[in-house]
T-cell receptor, first 112, second 114 residues
Framework: RKEVEQDPGPFNVPEGATVAFNCTYS??????FFWYRQDCRKEPKLLMS???SGNEDGRFTAQLNRASQYISLLIRDSKLSDSATYLC?????????????FGSGTRLQVQP | DAGVTQSPTHLIKTRGQQVTLRCSPK?????VSWYQQALGQGPQFIFQ???????QRGNFPDRFSGHQFPNYSSELNVNALLLGDSALYLC?????????????FGPGTRLLVL
């Protein structure tokens, strides 16, 4: 079983739609979770951290469910510029000094 | 404030050759991690350097080696290249003592092995 599993997509949605991605992880000792965004042929960039209490940043909401070992990302009012691959990531207790484990990514295509 | 930089941006090699990739971390960062990203996959951790020593290593063969210099910059070396080594190689930097800060990635080096 992969350490981090994501639906590869692609998710094709119209502008203005709400879309949700889920990601499951296998290591119950995982301490920190993130969503990274990666544009085509570019490097991954941190979108948001994921906290147990859930967190929101504008149109983006991330949730963590430790009991079921999954994290989710909700994007409201999708924009064309949201088209990208979204990577689910977990790390150890000290993010700066531990390897990050990435899922394979979920591709989102927002259409006009 | 310069972010993470990597060189070269693209590279073409043939099987059996050796390659060296370079990375300069973000200002104020002292830890460098290297990742390999094959097409359609997420990045896979290769190893991490701090204080000029390899601190953690992923599931990669000894053909992959690295180095960190006193100015925190780093090199990734790959010997005896295989076709399967074709990938985007990403460098990420971080501050070891800042536990709540994640890693920042450079633009990557795209390696093609023919």
């Amino acid at each position: 079983r992969k350490e981090v599993e994501q639906d590869p997509g692609p998710f094709n949605v119209p502008e203005g739609a709400t879309v949700a991605f889920n990601c499951t992880y296998s290591n119950s000792a995982s301490q920190s979770f993130f969503w990274y965004r990666q544009d085509c042929r570019k490097e991954p960039k941190l979108l948001m951290s994921v906290y147990s209490s859930g967190n929101e940043d504008g149109r983006f909401t991330a949730q963590l469910n430790r009991a079921s070992q999954y994290i989710s990302l909700l994007i409201r009012d999708s924009k064309l510029s949201d088209s990208a691959t979204y990577l689910c990531v977990w790390g150890g207790m000290d993010m700066g000094r531990r390897a990050l484990t990435f899922g394979s990514g979920t591709r989102l295509q927002v259409q006009p | 404030d310069a972010g993470v930089t990597q060189s070269p941006t693209h590279l073409i090699k043939t099987r059996g050759q050796q390659v060296t990739l370079r990375c300069s971390p973000k200002s104020g960062h002292d830890t460098v991690s290297w990742y390999q990203q094959a097409l359609g996959q997420g990045p896979q951790f290769i190893f991490q350097y701090y204080e000029e020593e390899e601190r953690q290593r992923g599931n990669f063969p000894d053909r992959f080696s690295g180095h960190q210099f006193p100015n925190y910059s780093s090199e990734l070396n790959v010997n005896a290249l295989l076709l399967g080594d074709s990938a985007l190689y990403l460098c990420a930097s971080s501050r070891r003592r800042t536990s709540r800060e994640t890693q920042y990635f450079g633009p990557g080096t795209r390696l093609l092995v023919l």
